[in-house]
C-alpha cells in the first residue's frame, strides 16, 4: 500500500534557519499534500502538489515532488518559533489519504 | 472563516460500552471522512462518506463502527462496543469538491 513516511523524525533548529522535511512513498499518486499538527491539535493543510508538478511555493514553504523517485521535501524558510510542530505528508490515490508518520519540528528563539 | 467542529473534545469510556463521536462538517461540504491517530502513530484512514453512504473503508473500519449523518449538519463515528486499543485521537474531515481535505480539532477517546 502506499505509505508517506518522513524524515527526520525530529528535527531542531534555531528560529531564523531553514527546516527541511523529506518525504517518500511507494506507489502512483494523484497529489501529495502537506499537513501541520500543533501538540494535540487537529491537522491544517499547508500546500497540496499534484503529481505533473514539480515545484510548488507558498509563502515561507516550498515544496517538490519527484515522482521518479517517489519522495517530496517541505522546506520552511526563516523559520519562526510558532512553527514549531508535527508537519506530515499524506498521498492521495483514488479517493483516500495516507499520512505518514511525521517529522517533529522544534523551533527554539 | 468556517470550520469543522467535533465533540467531545475528550471521551473516557469503559471497555464494552458504546460511544459516539460527532463532527460537524463545513456546511456547504459534500464529502465527510474520519480518521484516527494512535497515541505516536500515523494518522490512519477510517472511512469516508458521501452522498449519504459510505464510499471507501479501511480494514480498521469494522463491524464495530458505523457512521451516520442524522441531518443536515452532524455526522457521526459510532463505535458498538469498544476495546482498549480503541484508544485514539478520532479526527472528522470534510471537503467540497477540490482535493483539500478541512480537518476538525479531534475527540480523544480513552478506554479504560
Known amino acids: 500500500s502506499q505509505q508517506g513516511e518522513e524524515d527526520p523524525q525530529a528535527l531542531s533548529i534555531q528560529e531564523g534557519e531553514n527546516a527541511t522535511m523529506n518525504c517518500s512513498y511507494k506507489?502512483?499518486?494523484?497529489?501529495l499534500q502537506w499537513y501541520r499538527q500543533n501538540s494535540g491539535r487537529g491537522l491544517v493543510h499547508l500546500i497540496l502538489?499534484?503529481?505533473?508538478?514539480r515545484e510548488k511555493h507558498s509563502g515561507r514553504l516550498r515544496v517538490t515532488l519527484d515522482t521518479s523517485k517517489k519522495s517530496s521535501s517541505l522546506l520552511i524558510t526563516a523559520s519562526r518559533a510558532a512553527d514549531t510542530a508535527s508537519y506530515f505528508c499524506?498521498?492521495?490515490?483514488?479517493?483516500?489519504?495516507?499520512f505518514g508518520k511525521g517529522t517533529m519540528l522544534l523551533v527554539s528563539p | 472563516e468556517p470550520e469543522v467542529t467535533q465533540t467531545p473534545s475528550h471521551q473516557v469510556t469503559q471497555m464494552g460500552q458504546e460511544v459516539i463521536l460527532r463532527c460537524v462538517p463545513i456546511?456547504?461540504?459534500?464529502?465527510f471522512y474520519w480518521y484516527r491517530q494512535i497515541l505516536g502513530q500515523k494518522v490512519e484512514f477510517l472511512v469516508s462518506?458521501?452522498?449519504?453512504?459510505?464510499?471507501?473503508k479501511s480494514e480498521i473500519f469494522d463491524d464495530q463502527f458505523s457512521v451516520e449523518r442524522p441531518d443536515g449538519s452532524n455526522f457521526t463515528l459510532k463505535i458498538r462496543s469498544t476495546k482498549l486499543e480503541d484508544s485514539a485521537m478520532y479526527f472528522c474531515?470534510?471537503?467540497?469538491?477540490?482535493?483539500?481535505?478541512?480537518f476538525g480539532p479531534g475527540t480523544r477517546l480513552t478506554v479504560t
Open positions: 474531515a470534510s471537503k467540497r469538491l477540490t482535493y483539500e481535505q478541512y
Open positions: 456546511s456547504n461540504h459534500l464529502y
Open positions: 506507489t502512483s499518486i494523484n497529489n
Open positions: 462518506f458521501y452522498n449519504n453512504e459510505i464510499s471507501e
Open positions: 499524506a498521498t492521495l490515490g483514488y479517493s483516500t489519504l495516507t
Open positions: 502538489i499534484r503529481s505533473n508538478e
